[in-house]
């Protein structure tokens, strides 16, 4: 085989794409950390496979134009910052094709090179040991010895070695790997991908495995019935007060007993106020104790809780009428990746305008997210990834649009929702940007899980099935119980400047297993202020910040 015409490339990319359906499982399992929501091969394989139903929908025959196509279908459902790096993988490697009507030794060599150079502009901190290097000594070999083959399929066959060499080195260059005991999944992802690629030009194809799609994004759930009953406090009361002091304790000490979801920030200049309660009118009078009020906002929650209840054709209909409102563009928008009831409840009484499911297991893609900046009115659109596993899809998305978009680089849910309450509308983009990011950097998060596999990592020995607390990128605790290893992970979290908690209970933590916690809570920390909210979010037991 001397090169590769357009019907070659095609069918060797359906069968990359299949190859890594087939082995995506095996991908996610070299996650360095044992929680199941390792996602890499996951998200590589969505990327590509929207890569491939690009190319089926294009009519383009020369070779050069189905590698654009490629590339821009990637990107435009580019999951995670691994599928986000392969789509940029996919856009150099088009680029290093242009003008091609067919790909020889030389030019596939060239267009490795160009695919390697792009991942690394990508990215802002390259770090080696992962699928750009992989990427990257692949490419040096291919360019360094183009000229010592003759046949296409010897040429590949010795790159795919040099590739897999540059895999298992990874671990001596990422020490997280090497006490993991895994390789890098992106890389692995890279290595599987060009296999599948390698196998069809081979002429033995990967056949596809038939997999239903599955939806990750959304403007609104329809539901049958919806209970109020467990809504303690029915009323989400919002406002600013204006101060000439700092009363932000004092506040927050007055407000504690009329409710919950309690969130009280601010300065010497302004304290913004978001509280459950059953009697917004006390909130209120609280916070004219300390100054003027200013912004107020309350909402019965239970008519909004009522106002889901939708035929499909009702949620339809309705949502074409809003389209149809010539409405004022507002100063700000918000968009938010999240998963849960609870969690996404609370992030609409913070203000944000759209949500995009994802985050855990199933990330979004740049054409999730660029959807929901689409739907938002507002002159400037304020991002929230809440996953740093997102922050490349969101940047791409942000890139794209055709918006002013500003990427806060939340790492997780409680940041997410620290930043929101820290906007103030009032304040420039580049002001919130600054205060919204210096209250996450104050912020202190951990979640707890369990684990899917056996490893050893931090000093701590890991089993299958453990449950884990991780804070900061760190496995700080295990434990024999949910509630043991939060107690635990709390203990590691906590110094002498924390003044309170937020815990948001997970889809399979149930209410007495909740009501146990706090009990355990208010003996481990009487003098620290609490709140145990519902978020229903998978995988995570538990989500925690400290402040």
């Known amino acids: 085989m001397q090169f590769i015409t357009t019907e070659d490339f095609i069918e060797a990319l359906y069968s990359a794409s299949n190859y890594l359906e087939q082995n995506k499982t095996m991908v996610n399992d070299l996650n360095v950390f044992p929680v199941p929501d390792g996602d890499t091969g996951t998200n590589m394989s969505m990327t590509i496979k929207s890569a491939v139903k690009q190319v089926k929908g294009t009519s383009a025959t020369a070779i050069d134009e189905v590698a654009s196509e490629m590339s821009r279908g990637a990107l435009m459902g580019a999951r995670g910052n691994s599928g986000v790096i392969l789509s940029q993988l996919f856009r150099g490697f088009a680029e290093g094709l242009k003008g091609k009507d067919r790909i020889d030794i030389p030019s596939l060599a060239y267009a490795m090179k160009k695919a390697s150079e792009m991942t690394y502009l990508a990215v802002m901190k390259p770090t080696e040991g992962t699928i750009l290097t992989v990427g990257r000594e692949s490419a040096e070999f291919a360019m360094k010895n183009a000229k010592k083959y003759k046949d296409m399929l010897e040429f590949i066959e010795a790159v795919i070695v040099r590739a897999n060499e540059s895999l298992n080195n990874t671990p001596n260059l990422l020490p997280v790997l090497k006490e993991a005991g895994v390789v890098d999944a992106g890389g692995q992802g890279l290595v599987t991908i060009l296999e599948g690629a390698f196998m069809a030009l ?103 809780h009522s106002e889901r209840l939708f035929s499909a054709d009702q949620v339809k209909e309705k949502q074409n009428l809003e389209k149809q409102k010539d409405e004022d563009l507002k100063p700000y928008g918000f968009v938010s990746i999240c998963a849960g009831e609870g969690i996404e409840s609370i992030f609409k009484d913070v203000g944000v305008d759209y949500l995009v499911t994802g985050g855990q297991t199933m990330n979004p893609s740049t054409e999730d997210i660029l959807a929901g900046i689409n739907k938002v009115n507002a002159e400037h659109i304020f991002v929230l990834p809440n996953n740093s596993n997102i922050f490349l899809a ?39 940007t600054e205060a919204m990011m210096a209250a996450v950097e104050d912020l202190k998060t951990a979640q707890v899980t369990y684990a899917v596999r056996d490893t050893e990592m931090d000093g701590i020995d890991i089993k299958k099935g453990d449950f884990i607390g991780l804070s900061e990128k760190k496995i700080v605790s295990k434990g024999p119980s949910i509630e043991e290893t939060t107690i635990d992970v709390l203990k ?36 620290l202020d609490y709140d145990v909210m519902r978020g229903d979010q998978p995988i995570y037991y538990y989500l925690i910040s400290v402040e």
């Open 202 to 304: 081979k002429g033995d194809s990967v056949a596809a495995v038939d997999e239903g799609e599955v939806v990750t994004s959304k403007d609104k759930t329809v539901r049958s019935e919806i209970s109020t009953d467990d809504i303690k406090f029915g009323y989400c009361t919002e406002f600013i007060v204006t101060t000439e002091s700092d009363h932000v304790e004092d506040l927050k000490a007055k407000l504690v007993e009329r409710g919950d979801s309690l969130l009280v920030v601010g300065d010497d200049k302004m304290i913004k106020v978001h509280v459950h309660t059953n009697d917004p009118g006390l909130a209120l009078q609280s916070g004219l104790e300390f100054g003027f009020l200013k912004d107020i906002k309350i909402d019965n929650m239970r008519i909004q």
């Open 394 to 432: 969101a940047e791409a998305a942000a890139e794209i649009a055709d918006k002013d978009v500003t990427v806060l680089k939340t790492r997780s849910i409680p940041e997410g929702i620290t930043a929101c309450i820290h906007f103030m509308p009032d304040l420039s983009v580049e002001e919130n």
């Open 492 to 527: 590691y979290m906590i110094d002498d400047d924390s003044s309170f908690i937020s815990l948001y209970a997970g889809s399979d933590v149930d209410d007495e297993s909740i009501t146990s916690l706090e009990a355990a809570l208010d003996e481990a920390y009487p003098d």
